[in-house]
Each structure stands twice: as structure tokens, then as C-alpha cells.
């Protein structure tokens, strides 16, 4: 079965940090792009940041300079690794892989764009 799996969702204390993993089961995540997304109560899904299977990445204004997108194509997993985080950053985090990402564009933060995979997603909570 070809799926993603998300982790590392946790309540956290504003100013803290934290690492979601994205794994895949029965495909390999080096040949796919992979966003990460997040939708908070009541509001849209929003892109976070994306990175292509060839080159490049891009982060949400929002998130630039607080999250940083990384990829180990030995344990098939990309990572989030959030820091700074502020209860804003609350939200339902999923991962989404596509085939056709090669460059990771600020179009790569669309959930509109050509998504294969979609995570199930992981509760961030900042909150003290």
C-alpha cells in the first residue's frame, strides 16, 4: 500500500522548537517533491514549505527563517524542523508528495498543485 505517514506532532511552549518527519510506504520519497502544508481550525490548508526532487525549496513568508524543509533519502523521510514556533504555527500539519515537483518553485505551496500522496497530518499545538 502506497501511503505517508506524518510524526512528530506535539504541544509545545511558544519559543520552542520541534521536528515533523514524513515517511513514505511503498514508493520512494527521492523521486517525488514534497510539500508540507497546514490547516488551522476554520481556515484553508496553506502551504509551509516545499522542496523538489531535483533542486531547490521554498518557505511561507510566514515560516521563513523559523522552519527549515530537509530531505534523508537513506531513511526515505523529509523533515520539518520547526523552530521559534509561536501559537499561530497551530494547525494540523500533513506532507504531500508529487511526481512532477522537480523544482521546488513558491508554486510548490499551492494544495492545488499535482499532489500524488497525501499524509493523514499531525497536530502541532503551541500553546504555555
Known amino acids: 500500500q502506497l501511503k505517508l505517514m506524518e510524526s512528530g506532532g506535539a504541544l509545545v511552549q511558544p519559543g520552542g522548537s520541534l521536528r515533523l518527519s514524513c515517511a513514505a510506504s511503498g514508493f520512494t520519497l527521492e523521486s517525488y517533491g514534497i510539500g508540507w502544508f497546514r490547516q488551522a481550525p476554520g481556515k484553508e490548508r496553506e502551504g509551509v514549505s516545499c522542496?523538489?526532487?531535483?533542486?531547490?525549496?521554498t518557505n511561507a513568508d510566514s515560516v521563513t527563517g523559523r522552519f527549515t524543509i530537509s530531505r534523508d533519502n537513506a531513511k526515505n523521510t523529509v523533515y520539518l524542523q520547526m523552530s521559534s514556533l509561536k501559537p499561530e504555527d497551530t494547525a494540523v500539519y500533513y506532507c504531500?508528495?508529487?511526481?512532477?515537483?522537480?523544482?521546488?518553485?513558491?508554486?510548490?505551496?499551492?494544495?492545488?498543485?499535482?499532489?500524488?500522496?497525501w499524509g493523514q497530518g499531525t497536530q502541532v499545538t503551541v500553546s504555555s
Open positions: 522542496i523538489g526532487k531535483s533542486a531547490g525549496s
Open positions: 504531500a508528495a508529487s511526481s512532477t515537483l522537480y523544482y521546488g518553485g513558491s508554486y510548490c505551496l499551492r494544495p492545488q498543485w499535482s499532489w500524488d500522496y
